[in-house]
Nanobody, 124 residues
Framework: QVQLAESGGGLVQAGGSLRLSCELP????????VAWFREAPGNDREFVAA????????MHSEAVKGRFTISRDHDKSTVYLQMNSLNAEDTAVYYC?????????????????WGQGTQVTVSS
C-alpha cells in the first residue's frame, strides 16, 4: 500500500503563512498528478489545488486562488502548498492525493493514493 506523507501543518494567526509538504515515493513522483484537499469538521472533502506530473500545469480553487500556490520539486519528490493570508475559514485537515491523470481533476474520487493528513488551525 502506497502512503503519502504530509507535513507542515500547525497553528498560525490570521494573516500568517504556512507551507505544507507532500512527499511521494520516488517511483510515483515522475508520473503522478498530485492534489491537495481539505476537510473541516462536518464538511465534505474540499478541493484546494492540483499540479500535473511535471509541474507544468496547476489548478487552484476559487477559495484559495491568489493566496495559495501549489508546486513540485522533482529533486525532493515533494509537492508543496504555500499558503499565505490565512484566515479562520482555512482551518481544516489537509490531505494530499496522487493519481495518474490525463487532465487535472478537482474530484477526490479520482485520486487513489492518500496521506494521513496534517492539521492547519488559523486563529482569528
Amino acid at each position: 500500500q502506497v502512503q503519502l506523507a504530509e507535513s507542515g501543518g500547525g497553528l498560525v494567526q490570521a494573516g500568517g503563512s504556512l507551507r505544507l509538504s507532500c512527499e511521494l515515493p520516488g517511483r510515483l513522483f515522475t508520473s503522478y498528478a498530485v492534489a491537495w484537499f481539505r476537510e473541516a469538521p462536518g464538511n465534505d472533502r474540499e478541493f484546494v489545488a492540483a499540479v500535473n506530473w511535471n509541474g507544468g500545469r496547476t489548478m487552484h480553487s476559487e477559495a484559495v486562488k491568489g493566496r495559495f500556490t501549489i508546486s513540485r520539486d522533482h529533486d525532493k519528490s515533494t509537492v508543496y502548498l504555500q499558503m499565505n493570508s490565512l484566515n479562520a475559514e482555512d482551518t481544516a485537515v489537509y490531505y494530499c492525493g496522487a493519481a495518474v491523470l490525463g487532465a487535472l481533476d478537482n474530484r477526490a474520487s479520482k485520486y487513489y493514493y492518500w496521506g494521513q493528513g496534517t492539521q492547519v488551525t488559523v486563529s482569528s
